[in-house]
């Protein structure tokens, strides 16, 4: 089946730790976005790639890092500079040449601090 | 800072009566229009898109756009206990169409039955 796979699903985060979250679509979208969403909140936006080898900040891109060289592919590493990490990470995509097109999410990476 | 709003709620419906969640944004350059139901402790799943003014059916949802008042809407007809979630109005502030959506904080939708 096409789709969006997020892994793990829960993730707990020691301080001091980088940590890095999986997202892999077999969809052949060349779009791809992290998204962060807190209790009782929206999503906001993290990173985001439109094609291998490139990538944007978000709006709150400060203490995480990604990378884009697989274009199915799109791994986001918390990082020890992120002080308050605990939250809900979706990964999404959707197919660029189609841009208005909606994204679709996977099922998501709960991450919590020991 | 562009953004999207919407009342967070709880908005409480009858079960069979329509529910009726509103979003407003702030870029007038916006042209894409989203509308996802989370379940809690779920991922968003989509739910309706609308690109140009006016209403889009499909089943028992309506999305209504009003560009010139910078509100759209969604209308669930004969609401069901199921439809209990939160909705989240997704739009597409930043211009191109792939560089990520900005989302309101969402609707906690109570049906009662």
């Known amino acids: 089946d096409g789709g969006i796979t997020q892994s793990p699903k829960y993730l707990f985060r020691k301080e001091g730790q980088n940590v890095t979250l999986s997202c892999e679509q077999n969809l052949n979208h060349d779009a791809m976005y992290w998204y962060r969403q807190d209790p009782g909140q929206g999503l906001r936006l993290i990173y985001y790639s439109q094609i291998v080898n490139d990538f944007q900040k978000g709006d709150i891109a400060e203490g995480y890092s990604v990378s884009r060289e697989k274009k199915e592919s799109f791994p986001l590493t918390v990082t020890s500079a992120q002080k308050n990490p605990t939250a809900f990470y979706l990964c999404a995509s959707n197919p660029l040449v189609h841009s208005n097109q909606p994204q679709h999410f996977g099922d998501g990476t709960r991450l919590s601090i020991l | 800072q562009k953004e999207v709003e919407q009342n967070s709620g709880p908005l409480s419906v009858p079960e069979g009566a329509i529910a009726s969640l509103n979003c407003t944004y702030s870029d007038r350059g916006s042209q894409s229009f989203f509308w996802y139901r989370q379940y809690s402790g779920k991922s968003p799943e989509l739910i309706m898109s609308i690109y140009s003014n006016g209403d889009k059916e499909d089943g028992r949802f309506t999305a209504q756009l009003n560009k010139a008042s910078q509100y759209v809407s969604l209308l669930i007809r004969d609401s069901q206990p199921s439809d209990s979630a939160t909705y989240l109005c997704?739009?597409?502030?930043?211009?191109?169409?792939?560089?990520?959506?900005?989302f309101g904080k969402g609707t906690h939708l109570i049906i009662q039955p």
């Open positions: 997704a739009v597409n502030i930043r211009g191109g169409g792939a560089d990520g959506l900005t």
